[in-house]
């Protein structure tokens, strides 16, 4: 393929997530087998956990889905078929949160990197070639504009120990 006069197109997508499940997106190889590894991952991780893994693969050209929630194998199915990139994957989980599985995901031999871990509103920005499409990065909810006052850096500590999270 010449590439000396290849365009890029970006895209941003935005993220069907109208229940503000926690989401996270990553790249991985070897789709064919990674795509139900990683669900079995999570299950390993978090007793009573439900979730669902979608993976694109780049040939057949098709988006993979695996999960134990039918809802959520659809939601992450399609977020991920609309994101298009091979190799990208779109985890969904229900009665968990990322903190209890980013460290399984991150030393899992299939998992190439973590774009983003969260429940806020996310658009995804792809760029697309002759070649095909890939994730350049993820926006994760909306600017700041200030920085966090005393009284409130003590209710986040306090939401933190409620959810058995101890902050020194």
């Given at each position: 393929?010449d590439?000396?006069?290849?365009?890029?197109?970006?895209?941003?997508?935005?993220?069907?997530?109208?229940?503000?499940?926690?989401?996270?997106?990553?790249?991985?190889?070897?789709?064919?087998?990674?795509?139900?590894?990683?669900?079995?991952?999570?299950?390993?991780?978090?007793?009573?956990?439900?979730?669902?893994?979608?993976?694109?693969?780049?040939?057949?050209?098709?988006t993979?889905?695996?999960?134990?929630?039918?809802?959520?194998?659809?939601?992450?199915?399609?977020?991920?078929?609309?994101?298009?990139?091979?190799?990208?994957?779109?985890?969904?989980?229900?009665n968990?949160?990322?903190?209890?599985?980013?460290?399984?995901?991150?030393?899992?031999?299939?998992v190439?990197?973590?774009?983003?871990?969260?429940?806020?509103?996310?658009?995804?920005?792809?760029?697309?070639?002759?070649?095909?499409?890939?994730?350049?990065?993820?926006?994760?909810?909306?600017?700041?504009?200030?920085?966090?006052?005393?009284?409130?850096?003590?209710?986040?500590?306090?939401?933190?120990?409620?959810?058995?999270?101890?902050?020194?």
């Open positions: 393929m590439t000396a006069d290849a365009k890029v197109k970006i895209e941003r997508v935005e993220v069907k997530n109208t229940e503000e499940k926690q989401v996270i997106i990553g790249q991985g190889n070897f789709t064919i087998f990674a795509c139900d590894d990683i669900f079995r991952t999570l299950l390993t991780a978090v007793p009573g956990i439900k979730c669902a893994v979608a993976m694109n693969e780049a040939a057949p050209r098709l993979r889905v695996t999960g134990n929630d039918e809802g959520l194998k659809k939601l992450a199915s399609e977020n991920c078929l609309r994101i298009a990139a091979s190799h990208t994957f779109f985890i969904i989980l229900d968990a949160f990322p903190i209890n599985v980013l460290g399984a995901l991150k030393s899992h031999p299939a190439a990197t973590l774009y983003v871990a969260s429940a806020n509103p996310l658009e995804v920005i792809v760029a697309e070639t002759g070649l095909g499409r890939a994730v350049i990065g993820v926006v994760d909810g909306i600017s700041v504009n200030r920085i966090e006052t005393e009284e409130e850096k003590k209710e986040r500590r306090e939401l933190c120990e409620r959810l058995g999270y101890l902050v020194e």
